[in-house]
């Protein structure tokens, strides 16, 4: 959104309060900080593909229409390379943003940097959400992806995690978190596969150690072949391939047995995973309904109230469509 707005568009958006910023920021921006009102933000690297600021916006606007205390709120994205993350939190403390969420590569090594950290967040070890401590010498950590995982799940198949043969593709934070949340749940088994011989033991052993009492539900496999699994599956993948359309399958879903859905954390590409789905009959669904539920959680913990998940998937839909357009 240009700088050349109506006073009509100004005004739609209270004031400016919720418009989309204009791009990525850098954490040196603070040096200046003369934002007036309420500050959230999502840090990654790189951030400037991200949906959460038009998506935050919109909520936030249609928020301020009910509650005018919310008018002054903004949602702000800063690329932030991990090697400053640990310089970077300290600023915007100091600035005062209520919350923050935390992307790609965040997740994992901002863990040490938090005096606190919620039980779930501690089991997953990784943390998407940052909560401005009340004496703002800090943040506290948690984590929204596992709740937003469930919710797109049941939202997209009609499925439970809790009973469910569950796949995960990756070892990542993403990985972490939604492992924790399937065990928590109660599925009646965990497979997790990664290329990478190291990463997969990690995770394996993590989990294992975390949920003692379903360790023998839980198993590894290499992605160079499927999993040993009987019966229909859930599959969710959660490593990097996906993201471009000429990305191949993790897996092939053919593998598994008729009545497995898939479901692809990465969206914005009709890629190799979803065109393999459709030709072996496998119901897909991309990763946008987790991002719409996982940053609806992390709405509700800063603002302390429910926000309106339809004009969050409606203004994260938009935005992608903008997006894709030459």
Same mark, same amino acid.
């Given at each position: 959104?240009?700088?050349?707005?109506?006073?009509?568009?100004?005004?739609?958006?209270?004031?400016g309060a919720?418009?989309?910023p204009?791009?990525?920021?850098?954490?040196?921006?603070?040096?200046?900080?003369?934002?007036?009102?309420?500050?959230?933000?999502v840090l990654g690297?790189?951030?400037?593909h991200?949906?959460s600021?038009?998506?935050h916006n919109?909520?936030?606007?249609a928020?301020?229409a009910e509650?005018?205390c919310?008018?002054g709120w903004?949602?702000f994205?800063?690329d932030?390379?991990p090697e @400053?993350?640990?310089?970077?939190?300290?600023l915007f403390a100091?600035?005062g943003?209520?919350?923050?969420n935390l992307?790609i590569?965040?997740?994992v090594?901002?863990?040490?940097?938090?005096r606190?950290i919620d039980?779930a967040?501690?089991r997953m070890?990784?943390?998407n @959400?940052?909560?401005?401590r009340?004496d703002?010498s800090?943040?506290?950590g948690?984590?929204?992806?596992g709740y937003?995982?469930?919710?797109?799940v049941?939202e997209?198949?009609?499925?439970?995690l809790?009973g469910?043969?569950?796949?995960l593709?990756?070892?990542?934070?993403?990985?972490?978190?939604?492992a924790?949340?399937?065990?928590?749940e109660g599925?009646?088994?965990?497979?997790i596969g990664?290329?990478?011989?190291?990463r997969l033991?990690a995770?394996?052993d993590l989990?294992r150690?975390l949920f003692p009492?379903a360790?023998g539900?839980?198993?590894?496999?290499?992605?160079d072949g499927?999993?040993s699994?009987?019966?229909?599956a859930?599959?969710?993948?959660?490593?990097?391939?996906g993201l471009?359309a000429?990305d191949?399958?993790?897996?092939d879903?053919?593998?598994?047995?008729?009545?497995t859905?898939?479901?692809?954390t @990465?969206y914005g590409?009709?890629n190799?995973?979803?065109?393999?789905?459709?030709a072996a009959g496998r119901?897909?669904a991309?990763?946008?309904?987790m991002?719409?539920?996982?940053?609806?959680?992390?709405l509700a913990?800063w603002t302390?109230r429910e926000?309106p998940?339809d004009v969050?998937?409606?203004?994260?839909?938009?935005a992608?469509?903008?997006?894709?357009?030459?």
């Amino acid at each position: 959104m240009s700088g050349m707005e109506s006073a009509a568009e100004e005004s739609a958006w209270g004031a400016g309060a919720q418009r989309q910023p204009e791009g990525p920021r850098t954490p040196a921006a603070l040096d200046t900080w003369d934002f007036g009102g309420t500050a959230v933000a999502v840090l990654g690297h790189p951030i400037h593909h991200s949906l959460s600021p038009p998506m935050h916006n919109a909520a936030l606007a249609a928020m301020a229409a009910e509650e005018p205390c919310f008018a002054g709120w903004k949602y702000f994205a800063f690329d932030v390379p991990p090697e @400053t993350l640990g310089t970077a939190l300290p600023l915007f403390a100091r600035r005062g943003f209520r919350g923050i969420n935390l992307t790609i590569p965040h997740k994992v090594d901002v863990v040490p940097l938090l005096r606190e950290i919620d039980p779930a967040a501690a089991r997953m070890g990784a943390v998407n @959400t940052l909560i401005l401590r009340e004496d703002g010498s800090g943040y506290s950590g948690a984590n929204t992806d596992g709740y937003g995982i469930s919710r797109a799940v049941g939202e997209a198949f009609g499925r439970s995690l809790r009973g469910a043969r569950v796949v995960l593709l990756g070892a990542g934070g993403a990985a972490r978190a939604i492992a924790a949340q399937c065990l928590d749940e109660g599925c009646a088994e965990l497979w997790i596969g990664n290329r990478n011989e190291a990463r997969l033991a990690a995770l394996l052993d993590l989990v294992r150690k975390l949920f003692p009492e379903a360790a023998g539900r839980v198993r590894g496999f290499s992605l160079d072949g499927p999993p040993s699994v009987d019966g229909e599956a859930v599959v969710i993948n959660a490593t990097a391939l996906g993201l471009k359309a000429d990305d191949p399958p993790p897996v092939d879903p053919a593998a598994f047995a008729p009545g497995t859905v898939v479901y692809d954390t @990465t969206y914005g590409a009709v890629n190799g995973l979803a065109r393999a789905c459709a030709a072996a009959g496998r119901p897909y669904a991309d990763g946008l309904g987790m991002l719409v539920w996982q940053g609806a959680r992390s709405l509700a913990m800063w603002t302390g109230r429910e926000p309106p998940v339809d004009v969050m998937t409606h203004a994260a839909r938009a935005a992608l469509e903008e997006r894709s357009r030459p």
